[in-house]
């Protein structure tokens, strides 16, 4: 016969482990998910894959925001130079170490 008793708490989902003898609480298993499906490793593997995808998604997106960027200073690079270039001022920029 087994020394422990399951309890499933009806509104947290949390398994207690009661030893019989004395009535002690042995073990509290907290569920992984908060949708668990009772199987301790199935909602383990299921953690892992959203976290991929969570991985994922944060990735992509990060990439979306930097091509974002980099096509915002490439536009504003492109608009100074053609400022300059419509200016015609051709002279160069004073090289601060030719002040000496």
Do not use: W, Y
């Not at 908060?34 to 991985?55: H, I, Y």
């Amino acid at each position: 016969m087994n020394d422990t008793h399951n309890i499933k708490c009806p509104c947290c989902n949390t398994i207690l482990v009661v030893d019989r003898r004395t009535g002690k609480i042995v073990e509290e298993r907290r569920p992984i998910l908060d949708q668990s499906t009772g199987d301790r490793f199935e909602d383990a593997a299921k953690k892992v894959r959203e976290r991929a995808s969570l991985a994922e998604d944060k990735f992509r997106q990060m990439q979306k925001e930097r091509q974002s960027r980099s096509a915002k200073l490439d536009a504003l690079f492109k608009d100074s130079m053609q400022r300059v270039k419509e200016s015609g001022d051709d002279s160069k920029p004073v090289n601060p170490f030719d002040m000496d």
